[in-house]
């Protein structure tokens, strides 16, 4: 089985999927296979642009987590979306040193659920759980996605409506 764990930036992927690797899950990091797939660098988003149609046609499934925003592209059996209120996400993102441009950008990514709705457009709602993580500990959302995964707990989605930080989003 091969479960996905993805969203925008700066939601929790990276941290909890570590966390879930200390819990006995087998998890592969996807920015460590896209390297090759690498067709040019956008300076003004900051970021590599990756051939992402060829780089999802010649992933070999992996039995386990893959985590990373394109998960959702990959044929999981079970994808959990995870998401942050904008205004939190902008702040980690600045944390992180992002420039304004691109926390910017992700921020309105993320109450436009753009994610989600990629991976509605492609996963049923029963393959599907979005965990808001904005005042989740780590643990809590490691909790969670472990029961999804391990199908204890039923998928949800389209729950969250971010829409009214479209406006405030600088």
């Known amino acids: 089985m091969m479960y996905g764990i993805t969203g925008t930036p700066g939601t929790g ?9 200390e819990q ?7 920015s460590e ?8 660098e956008d300076p003004l988003r900051e970021t590599m642009v990756i051939d992402e149609d060829r780089w999802a046609a010649e992933f070999v ?9 394109l998960a959702h592209l990959l044929p999981c059996d079970r994808v959990a979306v995870l998401r942050c209120r904008p205004d939190v996400l902008a702040v980690r993102l600045q944390e992180r ?10 921020a309105l990514a993320e109450a436009l659920d753009v994610v989600l709705v990629e991976t509605l457009e492609l ?6 759980y979005e965990l808001d993580t904005t005042d989740k500990t780590i643990q809590e959302c490691c909790d969670r ?3 999804f995964f391990r199908g204890e707990i039923q998928p949800q989605s389209g729950f969250l409506d971010w829409s009214s930080f479209i406006g405030m989003i600088e």
């Open 13 to 21: 992927k990276s941290s909890i999927a570590r966390v879930l690797q």
């Open 24 to 30: 006995g899950f087998r998890v592969l990091h996807l």
């Open 33 to 40: 296979t896209t390297g090759n797939y690498v067709i040019e």
């Open 61 to 69: 499934p992996f039995d386990g987590v893959v985590e990373g925003h």
């Open 97 to 106: 040193g992002y420039g304004k441009e691109k926390v910017r950008e992700n």
């Open 123 to 128: 996963f049923s709602p029963e393959q599907v």
């Open 145 to 147: 996605l472990g029961r």
